[in-house]
């Protein structure tokens, strides 16, 4: 069964898949007349060449280690949640009306509130379909994806209907106040004197990602509920054969991912905007299941694919900002690299296999 | 005196090209500029101060809402001079960003931000779109109209009410189907919905479709013309889309407002700018593809009206004065 050393499987493959998806990028720029080298430069510059670039890269991947890490607890109970969005909508939810309804003191006290408010948002909206798939047999994509609807719609009611104020044109609540700003990377790191681009959006939650990478490792393979999440996965005749209860483990494996994604509402809602606006998420959910598969559902893969998209992210961003290449490109180059790392695996891998067949046959 | 003459030419000439470096910018909206509809009226108007002036501007279509505060930073950083801004969503950031550039001039267009270095360009599509409302309700043989709205926000609905009066003040008994596309942002690029959303109006006897729903519009457009009915067309004159099929356009001159932006350069006027129908800033589209659908009764019916709305003597509600509207 393991053909390939641990290394060429973590490391060779998407490497290699990476690469590919560069090449075919490559090739597209130059079939619209520009320079697919100045363009990586660009890319590369804009998004890892000051603080102010590394502010935005980190800000995308803070979005993208939590939806990541959302996809990586589900699936290793095999539950493939496609709501990611959904949840970081309701997240966001969760997260403006604790700012909103407080006046808090501090930003800690704030941001420990407006956790559990992103988490118990986004748990219950996971939780709905969990509990039509352990009881009702529904199948959670379905169920997940029409759930990503619906929060589009619960938010765009609210929003237009409720938390706007008064005369204002912009769907979106009203600012947070002073009080629950989170402190950006800018004022954490000019009080030990080193400086950070004021512009940029990172803020503490990026911290918090990581610590809840962290977390995420303890749980899947450190504690009983990790052992039976991934029992689950890998076979579930053989975890109720050993007593582990079905419906137990989709709804807290759900739940926890639900919770996860929520929790990503402290980054774009909480961090960058201070407001609740339509669409908050943009599609960091989404992303999310390429990380996760990209990750191999394991907190260090998926902070390193976090960290790449936001590279993507960003360094796309630069692109349209100072060249003529047109956004729909930069989208046809993400999804190269969805394409490649995600769902065409099998095409590096089984030559990749020969290879080593091939190689390991030769030393015997 | 010759020696003073040449220079003040001199600092004349260097103050051009100190003022041909900072290059205008404009940022688009989430619907991309080529969505046959309001970013690209934006685009035209920057198109047509190029072909004029010869100079060049720096553009970008956004991709998230994150990217609104980084396109300002960025192009203000940038030293880019005025800095146009098409849509309301601009309002927050724009709030945030103008403070620390306060040597840069920024126009946010269908919003009002108050800061010194800022035009705020906010259009009178009420009016408009009462004056095509007039035209759809002396039209219509059915006495039933159709509106079909973008993304269901107030600035739509501040469109539906406008038309809803203007189509009530001819026919008082008409009846108007409204449908709002969707609530998501989704709603401003989905010709396929606004095509359904047509063909039901139509099933329901509607003769005139007026479609405010950005990229949406386009299905809309098309499918009255497939059903050979009438449609009305929004933001740029989208007549020609199809001749003889489209009864007329509500323009909404916001090529005319990144124009003027252009124009002025570094020395921006700011403040408030009203585009209503005094100032030509909305209207209806006459040209050679409508003609043979508008007559001259219905040209002198509208020129009234519009003549007693811009002496105020007729008040066309604002629905987002209040939000609401009396005349549904």
């Known amino acids: 069964m393991d053909v390939l050393p641990k290394w060429a499987e973590v490391v060779l493959i998407p490497l290699i898949s990476l690469a590919l998806s560069f090449l075919i990028s490559a090739i597209v720029i130059i079939a619209i007349g520009e320079n697919p080298l100045s363009a990586l430069q660009i890319m590369v510059d804009g998004a890892l060449g000051s603080t102010y670039g590394w502010g935005y890269t980190l800000y995308y991947t803070t979005n993208f280690i939590f939806t990541g890490l959302a996809v990586s607890v589900a699936f290793h109970a095999k539950m493939f949640n496609i709501g990611g969005e959904g949840q970081a909508l309701l997240g966001g939810l969760g997260v403006a009306v604790i700012c909103l309804a407080f006046e808090w003191p501090h930003w800690s006290l704030a941001l420990i509130a407006a956790s559990f408010g992103a988490m118990i948002f986004g748990a219950f909206w996971a939780l709905i379909p969990a509990y039509l798939q352990a009881t009702r047999g529904s199948h959670i994509v379905i169920t997940t994806i029409m759930f990503n609807f619906i929060a589009a719609s619960v938010l765009n009611y609210l929003l237009v209907n409720v938390l706007r104020p008064e005369g204002s044109m912009d769907p979106a609540t009203r600012k947070f106040s002073e009080a629950a700003h989170l402190p950006t990377l800018h004022e954490m790191f000019s009080i030990i004197g080193i400086p950070f681009s004021k512009a940029a959006p990172v803020n503490i939650s990026f911290l918090i990602a990581i610590v809840a990478c962290i977390l995420v490792w303890l749980l899947i393979w450190h504690t009983r509920l990790g052992y039976e999440i991934r029992t689950f996965g890998h076979s579930e005749e053989a975890a109720q054969y050993a007593g582990i209860s079905t419906t137990k483990i989709i709804l807290t494996s759900m739940i926890i991912s639900g919770g996860l994604a929520g929790l990503m509402a402290i980054n774009n809602v909480m961090g960058e905007a201070e407001r609740l606006v339509m669409n908050a998420a943009e599609g960091a959910g989404f992303i999310g299941i390429a990380v996760a598969l990209m990750g191999r559902s394991h907190p260090v893969g998926v902070f390193l694919a976090a960290l790449l998209f936001g590279f993507l992210y960003q360094g796309g961003a630069e692109l349209a900002l100072w060249t003529s290449i047109p956004r729909d490109l930069i989208i046809v180059i993400q999804a190269l690299v969805i394409l490649f790392t995600g769902a065409l695996d099998n095409l590096v891998r089984i030559p990749l296999e020969k290879i080593f067949v091939s190689f390991q046959k030769k030393v015997d | ?173 008409a009846k108007i189907i409204q449908n709002m596309t969707g609530t998501t942002p989704a709603a401003w690029n989905d010709p396929v919905k606004g095509t359904e959303l047509t063909k039901a109006q139509i099933s329901q006897g509607a003769d005139v479709v007026y479609a405010a729903a950005g990229g949406t519009g386009v299905g809309v457009l098309q499918a009255a013309a497939d059903a050979d009915i009438l449609s009305i067309g929004v933001d740029a004159n989208q007549n020609y889309m199809h001749p003889g099929k489209v009864l007329t356009s509500m323009l909404k001159r916001v090529d005319l407002a990144v124009y003027n932006a252009f124009s002025e350069g570094a020395s921006l006027t700011t403040g408030f700018n009203v585009m209503g129908l005094a100032e030509d800033g909305v209207g209806y589209a006459l040209d050679e593809h409508n003609e043979s659908l508008v007559n001259a009764k219905m040209i002198s019916a509208l020129e009234a009206e519009k003549a007693k709305i811009v002496s105020g003597q007729i008040k066309v509600h604002d629905y987002m004065s209040d939000n609401s509207c009396p005349a549904n």
């Open chain 2, 1 to 173: 005196m010759k020696l003073k003459m040449l220079l003040t030419s001199t600092f004349f000439s260097l103050g051009l090209i100190g003022s041909a470096f900072a290059e205008p910018a404009i940022i688009y909206d989430l619907g991309g500029k080529f969505d046959k509809s309001f970013n690209e009226s934006a685009f035209t108007g920057a198109e047509k101060w190029k072909k004029e002036n010869g100079g060049t501007y720096r553009e970008f279509e956004l991709q998230s809402d994150a990217q609104r505060e980084q396109a300002l930073r960025r192009f203000a950083e940038a030293g880019n001079n005025p800095i146009v801004m098409a849509g309301f969503m601009f309002a927050t950031p724009l709030a945030e960003v103008a403070k620390d550039y306060p040597d840069t001039k920024f126009a946010i267009i269908d919003m009002v931000v108050d800061s010194p270095n800022v035009r705020s360009v906010v259009f009178n599509e009420h009016e408009g779109s009462y004056l095509v409302g007039m035209m759809a309700a002396m039209a219509s043989k059915t006495g039933t109209v159709g509106f079909v709205g973008g993304m269901d926000i107030p600035l739509i609905r501040k469109f539906a009410c406008g038309y809803v009066q203007g189509v009530k003040a001819v026919n008082s008994n």
